[in-house]
């Protein structure tokens, strides 16, 4: 494997399958008596967050520190970043700290590659979220997380069929799922407004529907996306009920879903919008255990990027 985890572009097929088999391992063994493992003692991992995030920066935080890892947290708001400090001269900071490996969120797309690329940092860097590129941490837990449900904790996705719908344009969770669940054999199809589609999509290696009620019958999963009022700067759909009417997971829409079928969302979620209560706490909703997979899936990218390496 690399060394830094950038975007699902950068893992073959057997990088990803191997994540995904160690998660499992781990999972395995945080389920015994011992939760905490001493893999990463004596390591320093820093969470660089310049965009907010709640759920990402704890799970990244918590499988750090099972791993005993030393954690650092480091926000934008309150530090010397807000003063105007450039990502040049924090990642020199960090690394005269001693820093092994930096976890980074940030607006813009493409920084967590100009961090490892410019060899300002000796240790590993790790894409929490960059603009609207890349989330591959995130891909990497929903593909686990589909894996368990669908086909018991082995192997790759192949024939699944999974949908992911709504606000496109500006998810890089989709993005990151898109490639992944390619790279894994999955069929992909995305459902939005034209409005949500980037530009371009017609070169994407997926199927493209406008009507949620034509895809629906025919899904393994769905994974509803967040509608991101903060990077909407105009207006992409005419009222939230037209758009709930048309792309939201409703609960006449829960109930038309296959058996088996799944329920997906990477949080934070607007409930009442993409997604109503009855879809987001139904019995076929792994929402929560996505939440669960995502500290057993980073322990897990930590442990292989980190653990072949001597402190
Ligand atoms: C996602 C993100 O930040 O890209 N959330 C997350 O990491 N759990 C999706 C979102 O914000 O809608």
Do not use: C
């Not at 900071?93 to 961090?115: W, Y």
């Not at 894996?147 to 890089?172: E, M, P, T, Y």
């Not at 589609?197 to 509803?224: C, E, K, R, T």
Request: charged share 25%.
């Amino acid at each position: 494997m690399n060394k830094h985890l950038l975007s699902i572009e950068d893992l073959s097929k057997s990088d990803a399958i191997q994540i995904l088999d160690t998660a499992e391992e781990i999972a395995r063994i945080s389920d015994g008596p011992v939760k905490k493992l001493p893999t990463l003692r004596g390591r320093t991992i820093v969470n660089l967050f310049f965009e907010d995030s709640t759920r990402t920066r704890i799970s990244f935080e918590a499988a750090a520190k099972r791993l005993s890892a030393d954690v650092i947290n480091f926000s934008a708001k309150g530090s010397s970043l807000s003063k105007g400090e450039s990502l040049k001269d924090t990642a020199l900071t960090l690394q005269a700290m001693g820093a092994d490996a930096v976890v980074i969120r940030h607006g813009s797309s493409g920084a967590p590659a100009r961090l490892a690329d410019q060899s300002w940092m000796k240790g590993s860097v790790i894409n929490a979220g960059d603009g609207t590129h890349e989330h591959p941490s995130q891909a990497l837990l929903d593909s686990f997380t589909l894996r368990r449900h669908l086909r018991d904790s082995a192997g790759d996705l192949s024939g699944i069929k999974v949908a992911i719908v709504g606000d496109i344009l500006h998810s890089r969770v989709a993005r990151s799922n898109v490639l992944l669940l390619k790279k894994l054999g999955a069929e992909v199809t995305l459902v939005a407004p034209h409005t949500l589609l980037p530009f371009g999509i017609d070169q994407w290696p997926v199927n493209i529907s406008y009507d949620f009620d034509d895809v629906l019958p025919h899904v393994d999963a769905v994974m509803m996306l967040r509608v991101q009022r903060e990077r909407m700067s105009e207006l992409f759909f005419p009222s939230e009920r037209e758009y709930s009417r048309g792309f939201g997971l409703t609960k006449e829409r829960l109930d038309r879903m296959p058996k088996g079928a799944v329920v997906m969302h990477p949080g934070p979620m607007n409930r009442g919008l993409e997604i109503s209560a009855e879809a987001a706490d139904a019995v076929n909703s792994v929402i929560v255990e996505q939440v669960t997979n995502g500290v057993t899936v980073r322990m897990a990218i930590l442990y292989l990027l980190l653990g072949g390496m001597s402190a």
